[in-house]
Each structure stands twice: as C-alpha cells, then as structure tokens.
C-alpha cells in the first residue's frame, strides 16, 4: 500500500487496496535490484472467488452449522454455478427460507444434515419447497471482530451481523 | 444469427432472488419515490395491476391481495444487471455482447452453427438463471428486429422453454403473421397508426413492402433498415458500448412538494454534485450547465401527475469544468432565478452537456495555478466518499437534513453491495 500517500489525494482508501499496486522502491544505491523482481502482489479475490458473476455472500445466523466449521456471524462465500453433490455444504431454500446444511442423497431423495446435533435433519419429501441456491465454497471467519467494527465508517451501525 | 436475452419482470426478479418465500408470489416494484409501478410480476399481473400506474391508485388492490411491494433497490438491481451481462460475455465473448438497457443484451450468434441455436439457446438460459438467480427469455432470429419478434412471442405465449429460434423459413413466416406492426421494435405509435391506414397490420404485411417505399414512407433510411431486417438481412449492426457519455443529467422527483427557495437550492446542489462526480469518473469536463425545475399542478388537473411546463435554465462556463463548486455556483444562481414564492415544486433536475476530456482544462489562461490543487482536492473527496460509501464529505449547499429527499419506504436490503445488509441463512 502506498502509505507515503496516505494523507495525500492520491490515497484509494483502503477498501479500493487492490493488493496488486506494486511498489518500486526507486533507491538510489544498491536495493535497485530487488525492483526486477518486483510482481504482482497477493489478492484475495484469487483464492476465494472462482466465478465472479456467481459469487453470492451470505451471513450465518446461528449455530446450525458449529460443527461443520461455520460459526454465528461468520460469512459465507456461496457459488451458484456449482453443482451441489451428495456431502457437499449448500445453500438451499426450504419451504421458502434459506438454510445451510450439508447435502445428503438417501434412497428416497434428500436429507439436508445440520452441523449441530441439537438441530434435526430436514427431509426433502415430495411436497417440500426444495431448490438448491448454490455451494459454499469458503468461510470468512473474522477473529478480531474490533478490529472490524473500527474499520466500518458507517454512521449509526452498532450491529456487526445482519438480521 | 442474433439474439436478444431479456430479463423477465427484472426488477421482481431481482426482488426474488434472496426471497425464496416470494417464489410464485404476486411481487410490484415501485418507481424512485414510490410514486408508480414499475415493474409487476405475472401473478400481479393476473390480479389486474398494471405498469405505470400511480401507487396511491391502486394501493387498495395491493394490499387487499397482498401482492408484495418494493421501492426501487438501484444498488441491487444494478447489481444483478451486471452478473447477467457477464455472464453472457462468458458464454459468447465480450465482443459479441451489447448491452441493450438494463435487463436486456443482443447476442451476436453467427458464429454457431444453424443446428446448434436451439440447444444453444437454452444453455444461454439455463446458465444465467442458474448463475444469477434471474429468470430470462431468449428470442433468436436471422436479425436484431426478427429476434425481437421471437422474444416477444416468447412472453406472449408464455412458452415453457422460454426461448424460440426462428431459424426457418416457416417459423419466421408464422411468427411475422403473429406480430402486428405496433409490436415491432423501432415502430413508435404513430407509424403504427399511419401503417393501418396504408392497409397494413401485421409484421407479414410490412416485409413485403419495397425498400423504397418505406424510404418515403417509414422515415428514410430507419425504415428501409426495417424492411431489409424482416426480410432476414441484417441491417442494424451490433453496437459498441457507449464509452462516454455526451450529456450528464441528475433529476429526481421530491418525497414532498418543496415550497421554499431553500429546499430548492439544496436539491439542485445534491444534484449539481452528484453530476460532477459523474463527469469526473469519466474524466470529462463540462462546458454549459442547466438547471430546470418543475411546479407542480393543481389536484385534479390532467396534468397533476407529470407536474408542469418545466422551467429551465443554462448557463456557459468560460472555461470547460469538473469542479464541483464551479458547477455548484452558477447552478445556485439558476435556480434562485427559477424559483417563484408560491410554487410546489415536484420535480428539479440538472444537466451537464458540451462534455470535453477533461485534459483540456489544464490549458485555461486563467486560473491557472490553482487549478491542479482544485483536482487534487476534487480526487480526494471523490476517493473518500468513494471508499466509505453514503457522502462522508459534501458542500454545505447540499444540506444536511434533506427534507426533500426520496421516499423509499419499502426498499429491500442492499443484499449484495453491503457488509451490513447481506442476506441471512440459518
């Protein structure tokens, strides 16, 4: 990031750092050299989005999935373009609300699995209301929520997770 | 061959979406300002609301069915609008794609083979209802006007596959006799009229007229295009993407009737800012500004609804400008001028036009050591206002409480451009 910047009007501001601004260092003397080899730097967005125009976030409310790696206010990363497959973790909408689980096929159709003992599977009979939304294909589990809530300049938000 | 992929009811669509529950349900749209409807879903449209009907007219019936109301969700729709147009780029080419309005793009097909449209058709569907969540309709033929024909006989016939490809000489021939000639694109109301009284009604009927006729008779060269475009050569080419706008124009009808000279200022101002910004983003600079705005009418007047005559108002800047406050300042002096004591205003907007690069303001004569702070300083605000989102940073013009400032009383969350507002899951 260009911090010798940071109070200059050139600043992005740091939900624009794209982490792929690389930075010459310019020097005068002998670390000239380490500017042939300066790339690309690391961004995010490679590693957890695989389909940009599919790519959905969702906020998991609740504790459904705690065993299954998925904690209350984590966000979900969900990619619609995926077929969802027998074990695999998806969004689906049942009798019109949206839940994860994981998916499982039985000989009678589906069985949508929590991660929780204390929640009940969903059967998938004939008269559910059943469509898959999409799989989820990362979590973002935030350990400093502080940190988070400093970084948000939106006047009036206490509230960290959506309803 | 060319395509038109059209989004079916858009922006319910998009309502429907994150709202699994609304699937199969009766869903309206309303205009900015809840003001109309915009947008209705096949099962509102089964109760007999219509589009373009004022809110307060029909909000009994509305809420007598319990047909689901939204406000305008710009940032959602936006949103969505630009996932299914990628997802078209992904599947043809991004040079085979233009983007047509919001919910609608023609494809260039040529490239795939006659035999293939059919399937070819219904992946294109398939895959942008799987990847976006929104529902479209495909309409394929030799040209734009015929695949436009085939979509709109899609809707009307409400077909299952919702796609159709007019890829014989028999299909095209039975669609053209189906579609009567004020339903064709690019035919206003008035050629349609003055067609009947030539005699002619259906699309069939207009393709065997001779090109010279419709060069007389049909606007010129636009309607020998069209007669050349029925008979299955295509005269209507695909376009580029409209890279910079000619003319920037911020308007908005008021939450309420404004009366007072400040509510008008500060509106005008928002507007004047929000234009600038725009101008900015496409490195353009404006040489003229005007500002209009609209009194309303007496109730029970025909012309309640639209509001007035506008009033307008321009000004010339000596010099090509981006800055805000250059802007702000004739805009302020306009619309003090426009005002009169004793008028509601509904409505006021403004305009920027005679756009130029914005490299060619660096020249100006005067002003001349100031200028580069003035951009440096515009870059800053546009970059924090950009980055925290909701004007941190404005002119004090603009206002700060905003009496007049849109209602959107049932705008659903901004699911997919907001930390705060993503949708749940349990």
């Known amino acids: ?163 | 061959m060319k395509a038109i992929v059209d989004c079916n009811s858009f922006y319910c669509s998009c309502e429907r979406v994150f709202r699994p529950d609304l699937e199969n349900k009766p869903v309206v749209v309303l205009s900015n300002n809840d003001g109309c409807i915009i947008s209705i879903s096949n099962e509102a449209k089964a109760l007999g609301i219509d589009m373009a009907v004022p809110y307060f007219q029909v909000r009994e019936a509305i809420e007598k069915n319990g047909i689901e109301t939204f406000s305008s969700n710009y940032n959602l729709y936006g949103d969505l609008s630009r996932r299914v147009m990628d997802t078209l780029k992904a599947l043809v080419g991004e040079a085979r794609v233009e983007v047509y309005s919001v919910d609608e793009a023609f494809l260039d097909l040529d490239h795939i083979a006659k035999n293939d449209l059919q399937d070819f058709s219904r992946t294109i569907r398939e895959t942008v209802e799987q990847w976006t969540g929104v529902s479209v309709s495909v309409g394929t033929g030799e040209t734009k006007v015929l695949a436009k024909v085939a979509n709109r006989l899609v809707k009307k016939l409400r077909l299952p596959s919702k796609t159709l490809v007019l890829d014989s000489e028999d299909a095209t021939t039975q669609a053209l006799q189906r579609t009567l000639v004020k339903d064709l694109w690019g035919i206003g109301r008035r050629y349609a009229v003055k067609l009947n009284e030539w005699n002619i009604h259906t699309a069939w009927e207009l393709k065997h007229m001779s090109e010279d006729w419709a060069r007389t008779h049909l606007g010129g060269v636009i309607g020998a295009r069209m007669i050349e475009e029925l008979n299955g050569r295509q005269a209507i080419l695909m376009q580029d993407e409209l890279a910079n706008k000619k003319m920037i124009a911020t308007t908005r009808m008021f939450g309420t009737a404004v009366t007072e000279l400040k509510d008008i200022k500060e509106a005008v101002a928002t507007y004047t800012t929000r234009a600038a910004e725009k101008l900015r983003r496409q490195h353009s600079a404006a040489s003229m500004i005007s500002v209009f705005v609209i009194p309303r009418q007496p109730a029970g007047t025909p012309s309640y609804r639209q509001g007035g005559q506008a009033r307008s108002s321009y000004a010339t800047l000596h010099s090509p400008t981006s800055l805000t406050h250059e802007l702000i300042k004739p805009a302020m002096e306009m619309a003090t001028q426009l005002y009169r004591k004793g008028e509601r205003y509904s409505k006021a907007g403004v305009t920027l036009s005679g756009l130029v690069p914005d490299s060619s303001i660096q020249s100006s004569l005067f002003n001349e050591c100031g200028n580069n702070q003035n951009r440096e300083l515009m870059l800053m605000l546009d970059n924090i206002n950009f980055s925290m989102r909701n004007d941190v940073i404005k002119y004090a013009a603009a206002g700060i409480d905003k009496q007049w400032k849109m209602r959107q009383e049932f705008r659903s969350p901004r699911y997919t451009s907001r930390w705060d507002e993503l949708p749940g899951v349990r």
Not at chain 1, 14 to 29: E, I, M, Y
Not at chain 1, 77 to 106: C, F, H, M, P, Y
Request: charged residues 25%; glycine residues 12%; hydrophobic residues 35%.
């Open chain 1, 1 to 163: 990031m260009e911090w010798d910047n940071l109070y200059g009007a050139s600043f992005e501001g740091t939900r624009k750092f794209t982490q792929q601004d690389v930075h010459t260092l310019n020097a005068s003397g002998f670390g000239a050299a380490a500017d042939d080899f300066s790339e690309r730097g690391i961004d995010l967005n490679e590693q957890l989005i695989f389909n940009k125009p599919s790519t959905f976030f969702f906020r998991m409310n609740g504790d459904a999935m705690e065993g299954a790696g998925i904690e209350n206010g984590d966000v979900l990363i969900v990619d619609k373009s995926l077929k969802a497959t027998n074990g695999k973790i998806i969004v689906a909408s049942v009798n019109g609300e949206l839940v994860v689980r994981r998916l499982q096929q039985t000989i009678k159709g589906y069985t949508l699995v929590a991660g929780n003992q204390r929640y009940e599977n969903i059967d998938v009979g004939e008269f559910t209301q059943f469509n898959v939304f999409g799989l989820v294909t990362c979590v973002i589990h935030i350990l400093e929520k502080g940190l988070l809530d400093n970084d948000r300049p939106q006047k009036g938000k206490k509230k960290l997770y959506g309803s």
